[in-house]
């Protein structure tokens, strides 16, 4: 089966947290999240799946886990992964790629806190 490019949108974000604390990895994918909503003009129906990756220094919770409890997505197929360590990484980064159905125009990526470094042109 071909996916044409209408059919569904990859939609990527990021962001940072202080310190590897359970709270804050839920309030940042909260955040990351809704503004990915808010931007692309999205609704839970709208999303097909999510691929979070955090950088090996976040180990206290699971950004599924945070999405589930912060969205309700109790119904969209997750996956989480640790990002490559290599040097340089931004510290404490959990990034997204979400695909959802689109909302006739072009996506709207979210790079938030000190993730805006890694893509200072979608920031």
């Known amino acids: 089966m071909t996916l044409k490019h209408d059919v569904f949108r990859a939609i990527r974000g990021a962001t940072t947290i202080a310190a590897d604390d ?11 999240l809704t503004a990915l909503m808010t931007r692309n003009d999205l609704t839970n129906d709208d999303v097909i799946s999510a691929f979070f990756t955090a950088t090996p220094d976040i180990a206290s919770d699971s950004p ?3 999405a589930r409890e912060a ?13 490559m360590s290599v040097p340089g990484v931004t510290a404490r980064c959990l990034r ?3 695909n ?24």
């Open 22 to 32: 359970p709270a804050l990895v839920r309030d940042a994918i909260h955040e990351l």
């Open 96 to 98: 997204v790629m979400l």
């Open 100 to 123: 959802a159905v689109p909302s006739g125009r072009a996506a709207v990526h979210a790079y938030l806190r000190g993730a805006a470094v890694l893509r200072p042109d979608l920031a």
């Open 71 to 83: 969205l309700g997505w109790d119904e969209v197929p997750m996956l989480c992964a640790v990002e």
């Open 64 to 66: 599924a886990r945070a």
